[in-house]
């Protein structure tokens, strides 16, 4: 079955260091992206990329890093310079053009303990 | 109804009663609307879609409209089920220039009541 996937489901971050959230997707689509949502607030993007090897910020990139090394793969490193990393990650793609929604994941909650 | 940057509003209805969840756009050169549907520890779902040469778009039990003259989206859920339970947040598609993006609202709690 087409999808994306993202992993873990669950991750606990202790303060100062970075973590990686995994988001795969194999629908070919050309386009990634990177929401964070926090409770009772609506999606604010981190990052999006339209192609390998290129990606561009968000409306909320201070303290995260991404790359596109592969079409199916668009991994997030929350670094320890993020203040206030405990929320839910969600990952999209989608084709590019115009009239084209999203696909999310599932969706990672990070937690700082 | 719901509009991009406010708290997340709640709508409670009866089991078996229609719904109907605003949203307010913020650009008037948006031409593609999409609902989504997010129950609780998930991702967002794909519901219904809408282009801007349209002002009604019919799904199973799913009704959106568009008044573009207000900027304002509307989806209606006949005969709501307890599993329609979930955030619902509007999104709009428009070129910002280097790229298309959705920008999304803030969503809307509903909540159906047995």
């Known amino acids: 079955d087409g999808g994306i996937t993202q992993s873990p489901k669950y991750l606990f971050r202790k303060e100062g260091q970075n973590v990686t959230l995994s988001c795969e997707q194999n629908?070919?689509?050309?386009?990634m992206y990177w929401y964070r949502q926090d409770p009772g607030q609506g999606l604010r993007l981190i990052y999006y990329?339209?192609?390998?090897?290129?990606?561009q910020k968000g409306d909320i990139a201070e303290g995260y890093s991404v790359s596109r090394e592969k079409k199916e793969s668009f991994p997030l490193t929350v670094t320890s310079a993020q203040k206030n990393p405990t929320a839910f990650y969600l990952c999209?793609?989608?084709?590019?053009?115009?009239?084209?929604?999203?696909?999310f994941g599932s969706g990672t909650r990070l937690t700082v303990v | 109804g719901e509009s991009v940057g406010l708290h997340l509003p709640t709508l409670s209805v009866q089991e078996g009663d229609n719904s109907i969840i605003n949203c307010a756009y913020s650009?008037?050169?948006?031409?593609?609307f999409i609902w989504y549907k997010q129950e609780s520890g998930k991702g967002p779902q794909f519901i219904i879609d809408?282009?801007?040469?349209?002002d009604k778009r019919q799904g199973q039990r799913v009704t959106v409209l568009l008044n573009k003259t207000v900027k304002h989206l509307s989806l209606q859920i006949a005969a709501t089920q307890p599993g329609d339970s979930a955030v619902y947040f509007c999104?709009?598609?428009?070129?910002?220039?280097?790229?298309?993006?959705?920008?999304f609202g803030s969503g809307t709690q509903l909540t159906v009541l047995p």
């Open positions: 999209a793609s989608s084709l590019t053009g115009s009239n084209y929604g999203y696909t």
């Open positions: 629908l070919n689509h050309d386009a």
């Open positions: 990329s339209q192609i390998v090897n290129d990606f």
């Open positions: 650009n008037s050169a948006s031409d593609y």
């Open positions: 809408i282009r801007s040469n349209m």
């Open positions: 999104a709009e598609n428009y070129n910002s220039g280097s790229a298309r993006q959705l920008t």
